[in-house]
């Protein structure tokens, strides 16, 4: 899956989590320091790129470190001596053009290598690293068990048949083979970084986080590696960081078309429209037609509110690929915005069809029918989307809608609630989910709903006040159970959100207490004491940058803050590889 997509599926919620979310723009599109402003293109080589490998880890084969582990794989008797055998001469010439991308003529090689010496473990290996160039995945996997069965301490064919792994799609097995290259080689940095990446793949985020930024420790000019970390951030909607990942990467690979594309995606959600449109157009110069990158474009057009642009692109897409349903789904979008109701359903529907679990889809299609009237139908398409994804604010928000012009209240507040506490977003920014000349009936309905909103807000500080109590006697148990209903009926409550993550924190739940300091400092972001917690617990997890990021971002709202001072020493001792620093104050 190219990693473009990666972010688009994966950051469906985060684009409501960044409190960024115009109306349909959650699930989209699918690696030397930046400059002074991250936005200009200036220094990177506009020159022609040269030839792309044809795969993605093959720049780094013959990289010393690759070459150190390789020697471990060396089989017995082949010793170097003071003149090379003949199947060290064949081996060296299917490496020479394995770099060069003549994988074919590499393979015959690597092939003539082993017959001279059936024992040649690192011909087994690069031959198979040939075999996963050509996708021929079960070829490759028999060569690196050959390889590893002739040498097992070899990390670095364990590190290959990992990444053949992930391309198969068995990601468990892809992170076992590189758990066990790590433990081979513990200076593996780009075992950790594709390690970091399957993690993501895999929804574990913080475990992802901190081998990617290990991976950064170990080799500060990984490209890859900020790529990767920039669609870490991306997930959760840190999009600033996430441009800031991707400027790197692009500083260290300039021609690299997917990265252009994600930073592209990461501009659009800051709203930089003309750098995330510049970044499309240089990826469809160094990929003339790829119908990734039209989307890409089309999607900033949509977000732009140019829809007969977004139309041309997506049309230019589906030409190529017709059963893109994300482009589908896509140009349904547009037609919407351009009134075109029957068009948009025809696309939907066949988007649906394709991709079943496309919540989006299912979303986009119920509001196109509320929009026709067909209101039986708006309500079963809203449910698809919630049980494809139960966390997708934008399909409550709309079901919300329906049942207030309804008149079941009860509902309304119940699928409105559930939507707030998704995004916390203030009630201006629910209001431009959906049609913009539709906007001033929304924002009727949503200052109605936040009315209802505010009068349980009394009853919400009750449960919060007897949370607190509890808290204090240490019922922790209880008192979460407090919070939890004073948020339910109060979503908008940021000293509960920091009160329950104090609780899940003394129970040991470093990832609840997390989400929930986050959900305080979205809130209100200039609460200190939750930027200290969260920097806390994120020293604790290991994720050693961001626990630095809270702990600068006190020391911007209050430079005379002691303990933030004395907490980024000491994780700037640790980042450092100092010995035993002291642990940071929450």
């Not at 049980?387 to 079901?399: G, I």
């Not at 004395?566 to 100092?578: C, M, N, T, W």
Request: charged fraction near 30%; proline fraction near 6%.
């Amino acid at each position: 899956m190219p990693r473009f997509f990666f972010i688009l599926i994966a950051g469906l919620l985060s684009a409501w989590l960044a409190g960024d979310a115009a109306w349909g723009q959650g699930l989209r599109n699918r690696q030397r320091p930046p400059k002074d402003d991250p936005t200009e293109a200036a220094g990177e080589d506009e020159s022609p790129p040269p030839e792309k490998p044809r795969f993605r880890l093959r720049d780094m084969l013959r990289r010393p470190d690759s070459q150190q582990k390789q020697e471990a794989e060396k089989p017995a008797g082949s010793e170097k001596t003071e003149e090379e055998t003949p199947a060290d001469k064949a081996y060296a010439l299917g490496v020479e053009a394995l770099d060069k991308g003549n994988v074919d003529v590499a393979v015959e090689n690597f092939n003539r290598a082993i017959e001279l010496n059936a024992d040649y473990a690192p011909a087994y290996c690069d031959r198979g690293i040939a075999y996963t160039s050509k996708g021929d995945f079960d070829k490759a996997l028999g060569d690196l068990d050959r390889a590893i069965r002739l040498v097992p301490e070899g990390g670095r064919s364990y590190f290959f048949r990992g990444f053949t792994y992930y391309l198969k799609g068995e990601l468990d097995k892809a992170v076992a083979d590189y758990d066990t290259a790590i433990k081979l080689h513990p200076d593996y940095a780009e075992a950790y970084r594709d390690r970091g990446f399957v993690k993501l793949l895999q929804g574990d985020r913080a475990a992802a986080m901190n081998d990617l930024n290990f991976a950064l420790r170990l080799d500060p000019q990984d490209a890859a590696a900020y790529s990767s970390r920039g669609t870490a951030f991306s997930q959760v909607g840190q999009w600033d960081r996430a441009v800031a990942d991707f400027n790197r990467a692009l500083k260290l690979e300039p021609h690299d078309p997917e990265c252009l594309c994600d930073r592209s995606f990461a501009r659009a959600m800051l709203k930089d429209y003309a750098g995330a449109l510049a970044d499309a157009d240089r990826a469809l110069k160094l990929a003339p037609g790829e119908p990734t990158y039209l989307f890409a474009r089309g999607y900033v057009y949509l977000r732009q509110g140019a829809p007969d642009k977004a139309l041309a692109d997506f049309d230019a897409a589906l030409k190529k690929e017709p059963e893109y349903a994300e482009a589908l789904r896509e140009r349904g979008h547009a037609w919407i915005f351009r009134g075109e109701y029957d068009k948009a359903l025809a696309d939907l529907d066949q988007a649906a069809q394709l991709s079943p679990d496309d919540q989006e889809a299912w979303m986009l299609r119920g509001y196109t029918h509320a929009l026709k009237g067909e209101n039986d139908k708006a309500r079963a398409d809203y449910g698809q989307a919630i049980k494809s994804d139960p966390m997708f604010a934008e399909a409550y928000f709309h079901r919300a809608l329906l049942f207030l012009e309804q008149n079941d209240l009860p509902r309304a507040l119940e699928d409105y609630r559930t939507a707030v506490q998704i995004t916390l977003s203030p009630p201006e920014e629910l209001t431009v989910w959906g049609k913009p000349d539709d906007r001033e009936k929304r924002t009727r309905a949503v200052a109605r709903l936040e009315g209802f909103l505010e009068q349980a807000k009394e009853q919400a500080q009750v449960h919060s006040q007897h949370g607190i109590e509890l808290h204090k006697q240490g019922e922790l148990d209880q008192a979460v159970a407090e919070y939890d209903q004073a948020l339910k009926l109060y979503p908008r409550y940021s000293e509960v959100y920091y009160n329950r993550g104090l609780a899940h924190r003394q129970q040991g739940n470093l990832d609840r207490a997390l989400m929930d300091y986050t959900q305080a400092i979205r809130l209100d972001p200039k609460y200190v004491p939750a930027y200290a917690n969260r920097g806390y617990a994120y020293y604790k997890r290991g994720n050693l940058e961001q626990a630095l990021a809270d702990f600068e971002k006190i020391l911007e709202l209050d430079p005379t803050n002691a303990d933030a001072k004395k907490s980024k020493e000491i994780i700037q001792s640790a980042l450092r590889g100092d010995e035993t620093p002291p642990e940071p104050k929450p």
